[in-house]
């Protein structure tokens, strides 16, 4: 019989030969899964296929509509309730289209603001040179871009305007002329000698630019008249070197007629790669060029995501100017109407994020287009080594829940350099400690701790009353992971990746916290993220809660990764390391905004945290404890609440940076703020 190992001896030729065995039967395992996948895909997609080849599918096309309207109905009743809830929403929706006429004309300055505006004088007074440039435009709207600029309050400006259109469009030459000879010598203008496409039609703009900062205008769009004066008041106020504001796209040529109203978040990074969020208006520091050029033409079709991506890196202080000031044209052939007008900006757009992920030392990843839009990306980066994962679970009783959570781990994870240690909190049922000594392949003993013989399995015994802080904190003091991994017995893996998915992020220096997508046994959303402020406590709340799995989210934000305030302790990976540095679970919070407070503490390093959809699983939410819903439940998450409001209060006042200031704190599904009651008075 083969001498059992101590774990202390070194691998001879026959362990070696056995783990190679090993690793290959798991990854011959995998490939066989991962291609019977691929053939019942392929055999779906040719089923879907010839049925939407069928005529009759093709003519039942209104009929299917009017279907789907009836399903939405539907769901809409089930989400809110009731009848009565229907029309609660119906009503604040309808408030919330009044609310949306704040943000066109109505939010211009009044003759008298305009006035006060033009007359402000501040520390610094920076020249903003506007860069546009021009090809084959129409006659309206270049005299409605033209009338935007000049109309500004902030009045040390300059438009530098570079004209490649064709001599079927010579008049647009001849409005720019008439402008400039009004403008007092602001307005300059160029006719170039041949197109050179938006790179190299802004590139001659630049030439012509003298000014201390750089603003960035498309032909056919507006702004706001007041846009300059709040980026100024923002270098000013926060020494800004580069700056941009909420947008909307509009159509038949009125601004107060909008099709999508974009209200971003502040400077995130994973965003940008994700996804040009920032896009319009941007302005930056001249002196963040790394040259003479702006665009670069390989990247035409999507220079501006390029661009941003370069300069934002070389900025000191990027800052977001939360007010809708930019009013992008949605027209035949504008990338506003549909990214099939430009085709070739998908390329463009990878082809940015890849050299810049290759700038901060990425290698070996994947970008891929998502089924939000073309160029949302899905990246995928590279694991580094094998780092080990302590699963920490806590748990009473429930053994159904427990086992369904640990079975998913087993039987669903790829990532196999894992161990489960379950902290144990006063169970009483024979179940659970039949299951204990299941997994340990031993009779559990209720006391200390408890390893299986491959460690793959420990059970730690915590005797205090239930503290989900102190019982996690346990857990973690006996990790021999590289990684901690917070998880709810009450949650189930979809994913086979789940895990990779957290790491590739968690494994980053600039990460914090890693937290998944998690959903309700009915497939609608329980966690994507989580808001400061929001919540009738003022709080924390969960974005697109209870929203179906299939949902876009805001602006596609359910369908890449991103930056975020906190993530769930439901399921969370971070660095034992960091874990250890910022003092665990405070076990003031008991029960409630622990994890919370926990990427707060994170964030307070300086550190990123990072939601991903890509990680999944199904979390059958608070069935080890209970609802916080009445009686004593209600009374300490009350209790809880205060403490969070008390020792967050500078983070809550300021809002969260990722969460648009426009909207509700009332709502979790990205609503616009109406106009009634201030929705931050429990924070005064």
Same mark, same amino acid.
């Given at each position: 019989?083969?001498?059992?190992?101590?774990?202390?001896?070194?691998?001879?030729?026959?362990?070696?030969?056995?783990?190679?065995?090993?690793?290959?039967?798991?990854?011959?395992?995998?490939?066989?899964?991962?291609?019977?996948?691929?053939?019942?895909?392929?055999?779906?997609?040719?089923?879907?296929?010839?049925?939407?080849?069928?005529?009759?599918?093709? #003519?039942?096309?209104?009929?299917?509509?009017?279907?789907?309207?009836?399903?939405?109905?539907?769901?809409?009743?089930?989400?809110?309730?009731?009848?009565k809830g229907v029309i609660h929403k119906l009503n604040y929706k309808k408030q919330e289209?009044?609310? #949306?006429?704040?943000?066109?004309?109505?939010?211009?300055?009044?003759?008298?603001?305009?006035?006060?505006?033009?007359?402000?004088?501040?520390?610094?007074?920076?020249?903003?040179?506007?860069?546009?440039?021009?090809?084959?435009?129409?006659?309206?709207?270049?005299?409605?871009?033209?009338?935007?600029? #000049?109309?500004?309050t902030y009045q040390n400006w300059e438009l530098c305007l570079a004209d490649g259109s064709d001599e079927a469009h010579q008049d647009i030459g001849q409005i720019c002329m008439q402008y400039a000879e009004k403008s007092g010598g602001r307005i300059l203008y160029r006719k170039l000698e041949k197109n050179g496409g938006i790179a190299g039609n802004t590139?001659?703009?630049?030439?012509?630019?003298?000014?201390?900062?750089?603003?960035?205008?498309?032909?056919?769009?507006?702004?706001?008249p007041s846009v300059l004066y709040e980026y100024v008041k923002a270098i000013n106020e926060q020494?800004?070197?580069?700056?941009?504001?909420?947008?909307?796209?509009?159509?038949?040529?009125?601004?107060?007629?909008?099709?999508?109203?974009?209200?971003?978040?502040?400077?995130?990074?994973?965003?940008?790669?994700?996804?040009?969020?920032?896009?319009?208006?941007?302005?930056?520091?001249?002196?963040?060029?790394?040259?003479?050029?702006?665009?670069?033409?390989?990247?035409?079709?999507?220079?501006?995501?390029? #661009?941003?991506?370069?300069?934002?890196?070389n900025a000191k202080k990027v800052v977001h100017v939360p007010r809708l000031m930019y009013y992008w044209r949605s027209h035949a052939g504008s990338v506003a109407s549909g990214i099939e007008a430009k085709p070739y900006a998908i390329e463009a757009a990878k082809g940015a994020v890849a050299e810049h992920l290759k700038k901060h030392?990425?290698?070996?990843?994947?970008?891929?287009?998502?089924?939000?839009?073309?160029?949302?990306?899905?990246?995928?980066?590279?694991?580094?080594?094998?780092?080990?994962?302590?699963?920490?679970?806590?748990?009473?009783?429930?053994?159904?829940?427990?086992?369904?959570?640990?079975?998913?781990?087993?039987?669903?994870?790829?990532?196999?350099?894992?161990?489960?240690?379950?902290?144990?909190?006063?169970?009483?049922t024979r179940e659970i400690k039949d299951y204990y000594a299941q997994l340990l392949g031993a009779p559990w003993q209720g006391d200390g701790i408890q390893r299986s013989a491959d460690n793959k399995i420990s059970v730690v015994t915590y005797k205090g009353e239930f503290n989900y802080s102190a019982v996690n904190n346990l857990g973690v003091k006996y990790a021999a992971g590289d990684y901690i991994l917070l998880l709810n017995n009450d949650t189930e893996v979809i994913t086979v990746n789940w895990m990779e998915e957290l790491l590739m992020y968690a494994q980053r220096e600039d990460v914090g916290a890693a937290g998944a997508k998690l959903y309700y046994g009915d497939k609608t959303i329980q966690h994507a993220g989580v808001v400061i402020g929001l919540g009738a406590h003022r709080t924390a709340g969960h974005t697109h809660y209870k929203q179906h799995r299939q949902n876009l989210g805001y602006m596609g934000r359910l369908c890449y990764a991103q930056n975020v305030t906190a993530v769930t302790g439901a399921c969370l990976l971070v660095k034992k390391s960091l874990y250890e540095a910022v003092g665990g679970l405070d076990e003031s919070f008991a029960v409630s905004l622990n994890d919370v407070d926990f990427c707060l503490k994170l964030r307070e390093k300086g550190l990123l945290?990072?939601?991903?959809?890509?990680?999944?699983?199904?979390?059958?939410?608070?069935?080890?404890?209970?609802?916080?819903?009445?009686?004593?439940?209600?009374?300490?998450?009350?209790?809880?609440?205060?403490?969070?409001?008390?020792?967050?209060r500078e983070a809550l006042h300021a809002g969260d940076p990722y969460y648009n200031p426009n909207f509700s704190l009332d709502r979790s599904d990205f609503s616009l703020r109406v106009a009634g009651k201030p929705e931050a008075e429990m924070l005064r």
């Amino acid at each position: 019989m083969k001498k059992q190992k101590t774990g202390d001896e070194p691998m001879d030729e026959m362990d070696y030969k056995e783990a190679y065995e090993n690793e290959h039967l798991k990854c011959a395992d995998l490939a066989a899964r991962i291609a019977d996948l691929e053939a019942k895909n392929e055999e779906l997609e040719w089923k879907l296929g010839r049925i939407k080849k069928n005529p009759l599918w093709k #003519m039942s096309r209104p009929l299917r509509g009017f279907v789907h309207w009836l399903i939405r109905q539907k769901d809409r009743l089930v989400h809110c309730g009731s009848i009565k809830g229907v029309i609660h929403k119906l009503n604040y929706k309808k408030q919330e289209r009044e609310a #949306m006429k704040q943000f066109g004309t109505e939010s211009f300055p009044s003759p008298e603001r305009a006035a006060a505006e033009r007359a402000a004088v501040f520390p610094r007074m920076p020249k903003i040179s506007i860069l546009v440039p021009l090809w084959n435009n129409k006659r309206e709207y270049q005299t409605e871009m033209l009338d935007s600029v #000049m109309n500004q309050t902030y009045q040390n400006w300059e438009l530098c305007l570079a004209d490649g259109s064709d001599e079927a469009h010579q008049d647009i030459g001849q409005i720019c002329m008439q402008y400039a000879e009004k403008s007092g010598g602001r307005i300059l203008y160029r006719k170039l000698e041949k197109n050179g496409g938006i790179a190299g039609n802004t590139n001659a703009c630049l030439a012509m630019a003298t000014g201390e900062y750089i603003g960035l205008l498309d032909q056919d769009d507006i702004l706001h008249p007041s846009v300059l004066y709040e980026y100024v008041k923002a270098i000013n106020e926060q020494g800004a070197d580069y700056l941009y504001c909420d947008e909307t796209t509009f159509h038949n040529g009125d601004i107060n007629k909008m099709l999508t109203m974009h209200f971003k978040p502040d400077f995130s990074p994973d965003n940008l790669r994700a996804n040009n969020y920032i896009c319009h208006f941007s302005v930056f520091a001249r002196e963040l060029l790394d040259g003479d050029e702006l665009f670069r033409p390989r990247f035409d079709g999507s220079q501006d995501h390029d #661009m941003i991506l370069r300069l934002t890196d070389n900025a000191k202080k990027v800052v977001h100017v939360p007010r809708l000031m930019y009013y992008w044209r949605s027209h035949a052939g504008s990338v506003a109407s549909g990214i099939e007008a430009k085709p070739y900006a998908i390329e463009a757009a990878k082809g940015a994020v890849a050299e810049h992920l290759k700038k901060h030392g990425f290698a070996h990843f994947k970008i891929e287009s998502t089924r939000a839009f073309e160029t949302i990306f899905r990246i995928r980066y590279q694991i580094l080594g094998n780092p080990k994962i302590s699963i920490v679970i806590a748990n009473r009783d429930h053994e159904p829940d427990l086992r369904r959570c640990v079975t998913s781990i087993m039987e669903k994870s790829t990532y196999d350099n894992y161990e489960i240690i379950l902290v144990e909190n006063n169970s009483r049922t024979r179940e659970i400690k039949d299951y204990y000594a299941q997994l340990l392949g031993a009779p559990w003993q209720g006391d200390g701790i408890q390893r299986s013989a491959d460690n793959k399995i420990s059970v730690v015994t915590y005797k205090g009353e239930f503290n989900y802080s102190a019982v996690n904190n346990l857990g973690v003091k006996y990790a021999a992971g590289d990684y901690i991994l917070l998880l709810n017995n009450d949650t189930e893996v979809i994913t086979v990746n789940w895990m990779e998915e957290l790491l590739m992020y968690a494994q980053r220096e600039d990460v914090g916290a890693a937290g998944a997508k998690l959903y309700y046994g009915d497939k609608t959303i329980q966690h994507a993220g989580v808001v400061i402020g929001l919540g009738a406590h003022r709080t924390a709340g969960h974005t697109h809660y209870k929203q179906h799995r299939q949902n876009l989210g805001y602006m596609g934000r359910l369908c890449y990764a991103q930056n975020v305030t906190a993530v769930t302790g439901a399921c969370l990976l971070v660095k034992k390391s960091l874990y250890e540095a910022v003092g665990g679970l405070d076990e003031s919070f008991a029960v409630s905004l622990n994890d919370v407070d926990f990427c707060l503490k994170l964030r307070e390093k300086g550190l990123l945290n990072v939601f991903t959809p890509f990680a999944e699983l199904f979390h059958y939410e608070s069935v080890s404890r209970g609802l916080d819903d009445g009686g004593e439940n209600a009374e300490r998450y009350n209790r809880e609440s205060e403490h969070f409001r008390q020792k967050w209060r500078e983070a809550l006042h300021a809002g969260d940076p990722y969460y648009n200031p426009n909207f509700s704190l009332d709502r979790s599904d990205f609503s616009l703020r109406v106009a009634g009651k201030p929705e931050a008075e429990m924070l005064r």
